[in-house]
């Protein structure tokens, strides 16, 4: 269900294609909410058989069809924002390993860990840009709380990772 109003949300944002849409969600929304092409194509299809967007009478690069919100898929949107529910489904198959390994899987529990502290570390710098990009937006308060908590969440986690691989390099 959250699948529709996140493409709902980015649709609100600006008008765009099936691709454009993917890449956007990745690069702005992708630290928390993950799409694939295949589920933003086949959800834009059933958002617009509900009439909450069109295809816009203008046409994307490479003749892609662009999509815009429709005034429905703004109410229904608007409406989503304010029914006070949420859900968190999180799931990080890092911890999981992490959690039912045994001294013997330390090597490669290690590898995984380091691997992930590169990668928050290049998403450090992809923050830093982003927080330029919204310095750009002041009129949009939403998009620098959400970076804010994901630079938050980003710094935490870099911390965690530092002392866990210490504590279990400690112990091999």
Do not use: C
């Not at 003749?63 to 529910?85: D, P």
């Not at 995984?112 to 919204?134: K, N, S």
């Amino acid at each position: 269900m959250s699948t529709k109003f996140a493409l709902l949300g980015l649709l609100n944002i600006r008008k765009m294609s099936a691709y454009d849409l993917a890449k956007f969600a990745k690069e702005s929304i992708g630290y928390f909410w993950n799409e694939s092409y295949s589920n933003v194509h086949r959800t834009l299809n059933s958002l617009a058989g509900e009439k909450l967007i069109e295809k816009a009478s203008e046409r994307g690069s490479r003749n892609k069809i662009v999509f815009q919100i429709t005034n429905r898929g703004k109410q229904a949107l608007a409406e989503w924002l304010s029914n006070h529910e949420h859900s968190t489904i999180y799931r990080d198959e890092l911890l999981l390993k992490l959690f039912v390994s045994k001294k013997s899987d330390y090597p490669a529990i290690l590898e995984d860990l380091r691997h992930t502290l590169e990668e928050l570390l290049a998403q450090r710098q992809v923050y830093a840009g982003l927080q330029e990009f919204i310095a750009s937006k002041p009129e949009n308060l939403s998009y620098q709380l959400a970076l804010d908590y994901g630079i938050v969440q980003n710094e935490v986690t870099i911390k965690w990772l530092k002392e866990t691989i210490k504590k279990i390099e400690e112990t091999l």
